[in-house]
C-alpha cells in the first residue's frame, strides 16, 4: 500500500507561484503514475495533470495548460506540480493520488486512482 503525503499549499497573490510536492511512501510498487487533482468547496474534484511512471508521459487539463507543469523524481518518489501565473479560480485543496496499474495518466477521472494524500490547501487572493 501506498501513502501519499502533499507539501507546499499557501496563501499567494493572483500571478505568483507555488511549486506543490507530494512523496510516495510504504509498500511502493515500480510502475504507478502519478497525478494531482483539485477540489473546490461545493465542487466536484477536477483533474489537474498527471505523469507516467517514467516522466515522458504527461497529461494536463486544458484549463492550466501553459501555467501549471508536473514533473517526477523516481529516485525520491517525488512528484511536483509547479502553479505559475496563479488566478483566483486555481483556489481549492490540491490532492496528490496514484495508480497500481500505471495507467490512470490517459485518464482525466479519479475514479482510475487507487491512493490519495490529505490534500494540500492553495489560495490565491485577487
Known amino acids: 500500500q501506498v501513502q501519499l503525503v502533499e507539501s507546499g499549499g499557501g496563501l499567494v497573490q493572483a500571478g505568483g507561484s507555488l511549486r506543490l510536492s507530494c512523496a510516495a511512501s510504504?509498500?511502493?510498487?515500480?510502475?504507478?503514475?502519478m497525478g494531482w487533482f483539485r477540489q473546490a468547496p461545493g465542487k466536484e474534484r477536477e483533474f489537474v495533470a498527471a505523469?507516467?511512471?517514467?516522466?515522458?508521459?504527461?497529461n494536463i487539463a486544458d484549463s492550466v495548460k501553459g501555467r501549471f507543469t508536473i514533473s517526477r523524481d523516481r529516485t525520491k518518489n517525488t512528484v511536483y506540480l509547479q502553479m505559475n501565473n496563479l488566478k483566483p479560480e486555481d483556489t481549492a485543496v490540491y490532492y496528490c493520488?496514484?495508480?497500481?496499474?500505471?495507467?490512470?495518466?490517459?485518464?482525466?477521472?479519479?475514479?482510475?486512482?487507487?491512493?490519495w494524500g490529505q490534500g494540500t490547501q492553495v489560495t490565491v487572493s485577487s
Open positions: 505523469v507516467s511512471w517514467s516522466g515522458g508521459i504527461i
Open positions: 493520488a496514484s495508480d497500481k496499474l500505471g495507467t490512470a495518466w490517459r485518464y482525466a477521472e479519479s475514479q482510475y486512482y487507487d491512493y
Open positions: 510504504g509498500r511502493t510498487l515500480s510502475g504507478y503514475a
